[in-house]
Every structure is written in C-alpha cells, then in structure tokens.
C-alpha cells in the first residue's frame, strides 16, 4: 500500500503554493476580469465568491482528498481505492487526456507572454499607438513560426521544471514563483491605487449592479468557478497525493482557494484602473491584456517598467499552471507504468508539443497541419480544443470526482481521511455540510453548466 518512496511535498507551504500556483494562471489575470467587464461588475463577483464557496472549494476538498487517500496518479487513484478494477477510472482517463489538450494551446498563449516580455524588453511597445499594437497582435496571431517557437520555448521550459521532481522541481519553482507573483501585482496594485481612475474601478468590480447580470452570466460565474481553482481533471487529486498524512489537508485546500480568489480579485484592481485610466472600455478577448494594456503602460509614468512586471507575471502565472498540467500526465506513467520520470516527462512534452502545433498555426494562413481544418462548426483547432477541454473533459471529470468522492467512498474511511491533522475537518457539522453540497448541489451546478454549454440554458 504506502510507497515510503513515492514522491512527496517537503510541507504544507510547498503544497499550497505548489496548488495556487496551478491554480493562479491565465484564468485569474486575463479572463476573470474580462467576463467580470463583460457582465457589469459587482453582482457578478458576488456570484463568484458563492461559486468559489460552495462548489468549487468542495470539489477541491474532494480532489485533494481522494489523492491522499490512494497516494498515486489520477487513472489508478480509484483502483486503489475500490480495490479491484473499476469503470470509475474513466474519470481519470479522461482527466489524463484534458491536461494533454489543455496544455498543448494553453503552452501557446503563455508563449505570447514572452514574445510580449520581449517586445517589452526592446522598446517595440513604447511608442503606444493603439492602431500599431492592435496590428502588433493581429501580426503575432497570424505569424505562426513565432508562435511555434514560443510554444517550443515555453514547453521546454516546463519540461525542464518537471523533470527535476516533486521537491526539486514542482515545489521549488512554486516557492520562488508565487511569492514574486504575489510581489509584483501587489505593487501593481498599490500602483493602480495613485491613479484617479481606482475609485471607478473599485465601485465597477464591488458596486451591486445587479442590472447586468443574467442567467447566462450566473452559469460562466459557476463554470469559471471550476476552472479558476484546477478542478475536474486530477491536478489537485495528484498534488494531494503528494501531501503528508500529517498535514491539515481542509485548511490547505482552503488556503489555496482564497490565494486564487485574491489573485483574480487583485487583477481586476489592476487592469481596470489602468484601462480606464486610459480612456478604455473594459474590452474583451485577448485584446484586454495584449492589446489595451501595452496602449495603457504606454501613457503612464514608468510604463515600460510597469509593462515589463507585467509581462513577467503573467509568465509565471502560465508557467506554474503548466507544470501542474504536465505533472498529472507524468504522474501517470511514472506511479502506474514505472516509467522513470525525465523519459516521461520528455516523451510527454514532445508530445504534447506536436500536438500544440496545430494551434499556434490557427491563426496563420498557410494550411500546413490543418490549420484551417474547422471541425466543429466554425472553431479553428485552438477554439475546439479549448472547447473540448472546458465544457466537457472538465466538468464530466469534476462529477466523476464528486461522485465517486460523495457516493462510492465509504463513509467511515472517508471521514477519518477527512479528518486526520484537521481541527476543522474533525468538526462534525463542517463534514457533514461538506458532504451535502458534494452529494446535491454541486452535481447539480455541474449540470446546469453542462446544458448551458449545449445551449439547452
Ligand atoms: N487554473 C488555471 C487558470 O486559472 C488553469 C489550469 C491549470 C487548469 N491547470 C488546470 C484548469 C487544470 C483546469 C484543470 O488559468
């Protein structure tokens, strides 16, 4: 059963940066505040902490859990814990195959953060003229041996992090990542706090106005949820697989959770002061942190510095999101095929490169590897893998998860691992009222998010 020589977390710290730095990616800084705009403020985020709250925190108590139980992979995680074999390790399959789709364009994204670092770090962007970055990013979009590049840099570099290990790689690239993280956008946002435009944004992002929100906008609050905190394909199950029995598994799992929400809440802090302050709508799409803040560093004092900070967070933002994504895939072949871990996570990075390819094309002309193949009405590869991944492999992964979690686990067994170095996870009301929303609301929300994404919503 306990392999006294699998991997582990040398403490809880390494866990919770380890988790928030999987946590905390491009979905806190660039797509929080942009639906956050997008559904007029306030309401909305109110909707999201209760999403955060009671669905997602759950599901994530959940994950960890069941890693820590089973101490191994996603795939074999139900094995070990049903004993036999088991058509729940479908779940885990498909968790398995949504980190391979998700980090083959999201690789490619988190490449445009270097390429931007770059053009930052040459002067490119400093002239500030709205149509020239605008026609920057189209070019960028459009020029696909650079974004093959970038991807290759970026993939290697996630590559080189994972392969180290646990200890050495995961968790230490964490601990020097996510407190740099957490530096810079708090300077950022003290930064954003001297400008006129704060109180404007403050009242946008905290204001009750309630006139914008829609149902529509409740269900991408409650999907956003899921993605935000990692949840749905194995990433928290098999970072909690590295965590000590000793250690406080609730108030881990609760920690990462609020660094995530502050990040994203901080982010909005930031952007929208520094959008408005330039005289911008809060726009949509990438053109919010690729188009309008490079024309918004631009203007400001010290906007070159500001722009490279900028860049570089978003980086490390990607970067520890990537490394989780990677791990879980290894993580497979390294606990259920004793594969040694530099031949898996080598073999997984080229192909998880080859596979990006596609994507890093899907804005270019030329048609080499189907770049314009449009499979799923008018998505290019990119948009369909994004699509996949979000409104399906994820939450038919997180209801599995939640399910087996909520329905298949003896309960005995599952309150002492709940409980075990948990004051609060030893309180009874906590665990029951736990349970509950794992066994009924939060199947209930994943399926509504689900028949909101077939349109039946
Ligand atoms: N949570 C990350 C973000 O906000 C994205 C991410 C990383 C992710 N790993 C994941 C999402 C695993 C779902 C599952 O950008």
Redo the contacts with the bound molecule.
């Keep these: 059963m306990a392999d006294p020589t699998r991997a582990h977390f040398q403490s809880r710290l390494g866990f919770i940066l380890a988790a928030a730095g999987?946590?905390?990616?491009?979905?806190?800084l660039w797509?929080f505040p942009y639906i956050t705009g997008m559904n007029g403020g306030g309401a909305f985020v109110l909707i999201y902490l209760l999403a955060i709250l009671l669905v997602g925190l759950p599901i994530m108590l959940g994950e960890v859990l069941l890693g820590r139980m089973a101490a191994t992979s996603v795939i074999g995680a139900f094995r070990r814990l049903t004993g036999a074999p088991t058509p729940w390790s479908i779940f885990g399959v498909l968790g398995v195959l949504?980190?391979v789709i998700?980090l083959s364009y999201?690789s490619v994204v988190a490449g445009w953060s270097l390429h931007y670092l770059r053009l930052t770090l040459d002067g490119a962007l400093a002239a500030g003229d709205p149509k020239a970055l605008a026609d920057a990013f189209a070019a960028l979009y459009a020029d696909g041996a650079t974004n093959v590049l970038w991807h290759a840099v970026f993939m290697a570099v996630t590559a080189l992090i994972v392969a180290r290990g646990v200890q050495k790689g995961v968790e230490r690239a964490a601990k020097v990542m996510m407190p740099v993280l957490l530096i810079i956008l708090a300077a950022m946002l003290v930064y954003a706090t001297t400008l006129d435009s704060f109180a404007r944004a403050f009242d946008f992002v905290f204001g009750m106005h309630t006139a914008a929100l829609t149902p529509a906008g409740v269900l991408e609050a409650l999907g956003h949820a899921?993605?935000?905190?990692?949840?749905?394909?194995g990433?928290m199950l098999t970072y909690g697989s590295y965590l000590s029995r000793r250690d406080d598994l609730v108030a881990a799992s609760i920690a990462t959770a609020v660094l995530?929400t502050l990040v994203a809440l901080m982010a909005c802090l930031v952007l929208f002061p520094i959008t408005f302050a330039a005289g911008m709508a809060p726009a949509s799409g990438p053109g919010l942190v690729f188009i309008n803040m490079p024309i918004a560093f631009a203007q400001l004092p010290g906007g070159p510095l500001w722009s490279a900070l900028f860049f570089t967070l978003l980086f490390f933002?990607?970067l520890t999101?990537?490394i989780?994504?990677l791990e879980?895939v290894a993580a497979y072949l390294i606990d259920e095929r004793r594969w040694s871990r530099p031949r898996a996570v080598a073999l997984l990075a080229l192909l998880i490169f080859v596979l990006g390819i596609p994507s890093a094309l899907s804005g270019s002309d030329d048609a080499t590897f189907g770049a314009q193949v449009h499979w799923l009405g008018e998505r290019n590869w990119f948009d369909t893998f994004d699509y996949l991944?979000s409104n399906w492999l994820?939450p038919l992964g997180g209801l599995g998860i939640a399910a087996f979690c909520a329905w298949r686990l003896g309960d005995r067994q599952r309150r002492s691992a709940f409980a075990e170095g948990s004051p609060l996870g030893a309180f009874t009301p906590f665990y029951l009222s736990w349970l509950l929303l794992l066994r009924y609301l939060v199947p209930i929300a994943i399926l509504l998010v689900m028949a909101h994404a077939l349109g039946l919503l």
């Design positions: 999987s946590a905390v990616g491009l979905g806190n797509k949504a980190g998700i999201y899921f993605f935000t905190l990692s949840l749905g394909m990433a995530d933002a990607a999101s990537a989780s994504l879980v991944a994820l």
